[in-house]
């Protein structure tokens, strides 16, 4: 209930930043010059998008709490733990990647896995998976097990990813760093 509340207040305080934008935008009776006006627009949406960051920040600590989790938190917002520590081989920019993993939201749902849609193998540093994905990958080992809280700025934002993932949404990979080759 709490977290469909805290949704609806993000999502109203965001319609209501977009709509002071655009009204500002058409007001023709104004007597500021553009860039002030581009100024107070980019302090309003950088003061919301802070708001939203400390938000979501604030729910992914509770959540590490009721669960007893002792995660180690990145500069980024990230959060990881180590489950079982792997070899003592790391992960560089360049290597490809071959994960075993699931995807779950903040709800518990399990929206990916790759008992269902495969392993996922990716090229570390060359995008086409979240951001946040590539940045834990650095910090990890081959055969390492670990669980990883995505904040959504560092996953899909604010759109999601149009299938399974909701916009504004934290994840949660449970996974294992099965391979990696160098290129």
Known sequence: MINRVYIYIVDLLLSCCILLSLASCNDDTTSRTVSGNTSDRKSSLEKVNKY????ESEYIEDYVERRGLDMIRT????????????DTVSINKGDIVTLEYRVRLLTGDVVYSSKEDGPKVFQVGKGGVESGLEEVMLLLHVNDVA????PSHLAFGLL???HKIPPKATLIYNLKVVEKLSK
């Open 52 to 55: 939203i960051v400390r938000q």
């Open 160 to 162: 999601g990813d149009g």
């Open 75 to 86: 500069g980024t917002g990230l959060r990881y733990c180590v489950l079982r520590h792997g």
């Open 147 to 150: 669980e990883v809280i995505i």
